[in-house]
């Protein structure tokens, strides 16, 4: 099982990115997956999970703002991260908390 994040980059207070996980080697509709973040020295925090049938959770730090979404076709989850602040940087994993597999994490940098 392998869970590939991209997505990540630089930019500014204010404005959005769009982070993809791609999952090879697992039934990927069967699963629930989650984004969480990782700001340095802090541990790392929920950001968003969707069920395998479909339930949204966001943490409160990010709701209203992010969206997540996934698609059992292309077998990729997503998070729009619309209104981004200097506090969201971070770097962002994907995971699959049933078989607790991470993906390897795509760095978000809001400057402000």
């Known amino acids: 099982v392998q869970?590939?994040?991209s997505g990540g980059g630089l930019?500014?207070?204010g404005g959005s990115l769009r982070l993809s996980c791609k999952a090879y080697g697992m039934n990927f509709r069967l699963y629930d997956m989650s984004w969480?973040?990782?700001a340095p020295g802090n541990e790392r925090e929920l950001v968003a999970s969707i069920g395998s049938g479909g339930g949204i959770v966001y943490g409160d730090s990010v709701s209203g703002?992010?969206?997540i979404s996934r698609d059992n076709v292309r077998r990729t989850m997503d998070l729009q991260m619309n209104s981004l602040k200097p506090e969201d940087t971070a770097v962002y994993y994907c995971y699959a908390p049933s078989i607790e597999r991470w993906g390897q994490g795509t760095q978000v940098t809001v400057s402000s």
């Open 36 to 38: 969480y973040r990782a």
């Open 11 to 13: 930019v500014q207070a």
């Open 3 to 5: 869970l590939q994040a």
């Open 65 to 67: 703002r992010f969206t």
